[in-house]
């Protein structure tokens, strides 16, 4: 049996001191996954009543809000919440997370987690989602993973794994999605869609220095590895605009 390690607090935490570099840089996602979603779920979005849990800045739950959704955002971040307010001032919020949903029983269509779940024990999590979700509702998990057959990717992402003290279990988010129902009661269908977005190399970095493992890095360090990223990334794009290519894994299971 696959098992999660606990999410680390100050990791978890770290996204709040830096909620607005986070909005304006980290990725989206693309309309095929929302499209993907409701053929998994096998209902429409439009219409129906959705919880977006670990809702960050409100990359998802905006495009959720765009597909129709009666959308409600649950994050227990303050800073993040803040951001996600400034952005979104017509979603409702509510602070919360996860391990113990400030959600009503069996009153929703759909509970998503958008790069959020292994942040949440499933021992917790995975009850509380079953028990939010009305029958037939079903519950997705996604993230966007790096491309690591893409070759610059894969050395990029070796070069922030050394950085970053990460080990391999650590830095695969895959292994992370294996993980995502030890105790085996929901049937996930597993999806995956690639798709890429070219940015400016500023852009680019200011994404990696969003991510937790550089928020909490000593300061100096990790400028010191940014510089040197930017001097290897500026030989591979010398016209300063990155292509970045992910794959978006996606998990769905309904309740019976």
């Known amino acids: 049996m696959t098992t999660t390690r606990p999410a680390d607090p100050a990791r978890a935490h770290s996204f709040n001191a ?17 499209d993907t979603i409701e053929q998994a779920a096998d209902r429409p979005l439009t219409g129906a009543r959705v919880a977006d849990v670990g809702a960050g800045t409100g990359i998802s739950t905006s495009l959720l809000h765009a597909r129709g959704a009666d959308v409600l955002a649950v994050e227990p971040g303050a800073g993040m919440a803040a951001e996600f307010r400034r952005g979104n001032p017509d979603i409702p919020l509510v602070r919360g997370n996860g391990n113990a949903l400030p959600l009503a029983d069996a009153t929703l269509d759909l509970l998503t987690y958008a790069q959020s779940w292994h ?15 009305r029958p037939g509702g079903a519950l997705a998990l996604w ?3 790096s491309a690591l057959d893409v070759e610059w990717i894969a050395e990029s992402s070796e070069r922030v794994r050394r950085a970053a003290g990460m080990d391999s279990r ?11 129902d030890p105790s085996g009661r929901l049937d996930f269908t597993r999806h995956k869609l690639r798709w890429s977005r070219r ?29 040197e990223e930017r001097a290897h990334l500026q030989q591979v794009f010398p016209d300063g605009v990155v292509e970045e290519t992910y794959d978006v894994l996606l998990l769905v299971a309904g309740k019976r």
């Open 143 to 145: 993230w966007n993973i």
């Open 18 to 34: 830096a909620a607005a570099q986070y909005a304006a840089n980290r990725p989206t996602y693309p309309p095929a996954l929302f």
């Open 199 to 227: 940015v400016p190399l500023d852009t680019h970095l200011a994404n990696l220095g969003s991510h937790s493992h550089f928020l909490v890095m000593d300061a100096a360090a990790r400028d010191a590895f940014l510089t």
């Open 170 to 180: 650590q830095a695969d988010r895959e292994r992370r999605a294996d993980a995502a």
């Open 119 to 133: 942040w949440t024990d499933p021992a917790h999590s995975v009850p509380e989602a079953l028990r939010a979700l």
